[in-house]
């Protein structure tokens, strides 16, 4: 999904959906929110992501997901204004590199 501002890119979603067992429903995860340096605080992060609810919500989604680093606080607190919740007990995990090679040789 993009974003413009006066005929100008101004940012991008990047997201797919998802399935939730533990819900028996469909949802959608965020895989990446970037608003251009110049267009942070117009309203551009929280415009792609209320399109992105409305499609969530349209398509019969339980929920809307995505991750943040941990130390990018100015993400953690946009989020948090919006009425995000931050999910405590999930840890992310992640085979790349040689361990990745490593397991799909096993």
């Known amino acids: ?5 006066d005929g100008l890119p ?4 990047l997201y797919f959906h998802n399935y939730s067992t533990f819900l028996a429903q469909p949802g959608i995860y965020l895989e990446d929110l970037f608003v251009d340096p110049p267009y942070r605080g117009r309203g551009v992060g929280k415009a792609l ?3 992105l609810a409305r499609i969530a919500v349209e398509r019969g ?4 997901d ?13 989020y948090l ?16 590199g040689e361990a990745l090679r490593r397991m799909a040789s096993q």
Request: proline residues 0%; neutral net charge; aromatic residues 14%.
């Open 81 to 96: 204004r919006l009425g995000a919740v931050e999910l405590n007990g999930w840890s992310l995990y992640r085979l790349a």
């Open 61 to 64: 989604c339980a929920r809307l």
């Open 66 to 78: 995505w991750s943040a680093l941990d130390w990018n606080r100015t993400a953690i607190d946009f």
């Open 49 to 51: 992501l209320k399109e």
């Open 1 to 5: 999904m993009l974003a413009d501002c």
């Open 10 to 13: 101004a940012g991008f979603a």
